[in-house]
C-alpha cells in the first residue's frame, strides 16, 4: 500500500505552499538544505513540482542539490493555513504558528520575512528570540528594540506538513510498482 493519499479532488485545489529539503543524520538530525516557498494560493499539482525544484536549484543560501545527495534527503511539504492578523509581535504561539512579518528596514524599505510553525521550537527559542531571528533573517541591520518589533506587522497562520525521506519515497516506488 502507498504511503502517499489518494489523489482526490482537493489535492487539485490552490494552497500557498512552502517546500523543504532537509539532509538526514545517521541519528534521524536534520539539517535545512533549502526551503521556498509562497504564500499566494498555488494549484497543488504544480505548485508543489515547482517549488519543490525551486527549493532544490535556486534557494540563493545553499549550492544547488546534486544527485549524490538524493539518498542523505529528507523532503517536507507544507500547506499553509488559518491565516490571522496578530495584536502585535507577541501574539502567536510557539510550535503552534508560523510567523511572517512585515517591517521597515534601516533606510525605510518594506521587508518581510517568515519562520513555519515549527521552527521556533526547533531551535528552543522564546518568541521574542523568533521575532529577532526573523528580522535578521529579513536584513534588519540596526539595533532591535522594542520599539522595532512594536511596529512590525504579524500574521500568524498554521500548516498542514508532510515529509518523506529518500529511502521511504523508493520504498513506496516499489511497493506501487508490484
Known amino acids: 500500500m502507498s504511503r502517499?493519499?489518494?489523489?482526490t479532488r482537493s489535492f487539485f485545489l490552490d494552497s500557498p505552499l512552502f517546500v523543504t529539503w532537509n539532509?538526514?543524520?545517521k541519528r534521524g538530525s536534520k539539517q535545512l538544505r533549502g526551503c521556498i516557498g509562497n504564500f499566494e494560493p498555488l494549484p497543488l499539482r504544480?505548485?508543489?513540482r515547482d517549488y519543490a525544484l525551486t527549493a532544490a536549484l535556486h534557494d540563493s543560501r545553499f549550492p544547488p542539490i546534486t544527485a549524490g545527495e538524493l539518498p542523505s534527503l529528507g523532503c517536507a511539504v507544507s500547506l499553509l493555513t488559518d491565516f490571522e492578523k496578530a495584536d502585535g509581535w507577541s501574539d502567536w504561539e510557539v510550535g503552534v504558528h508560523g510567523i511572517w512579518?512585515?517591517?521597515k528596514d534601516d533606510?525605510?524599505?518594506?521587508?518581510t520575512a517568515t519562520y513555519l510553525p515549527e521552527i521556533a521550537e526547533?531551535?528552543?527559542?522564546?518568541k521574542k528570540e523568533a521575532i529577532d531571528s526573523l528580522l535578521r533573517k529579513g536584513r534588519f541591520a540596526g539595533k532591535i528594540t522594542v520599539q522595532v518589533r512594536n511596529d512590525i506587522v504579524l500574521t500568524r497562520y498554521k500548516?498542514?506538513?508532510t515529509s518523506i525521506t529518500h529511502d521511504e519515497y523508493k520504498a513506496d516506488a516499489e511497493?506501487?510498482?508490484t
Open 101 to 103: 512579518i512585515e517591517f
Open 23 to 25: 539532509t538526514i543524520g
Open 175 to 177: 511497493t506501487t510498482q
Open 107 to 111: 533606510s525605510g524599505r518594506k521587508r
Open 46 to 48: 504544480s505548485g508543489l
Open 4 to 7: 502517499f493519499p489518494t489523489l
Open 159 to 161: 500548516s498542514s506538513k
Open 122 to 126: 526547533e531551535q528552543g527559542w522564546t
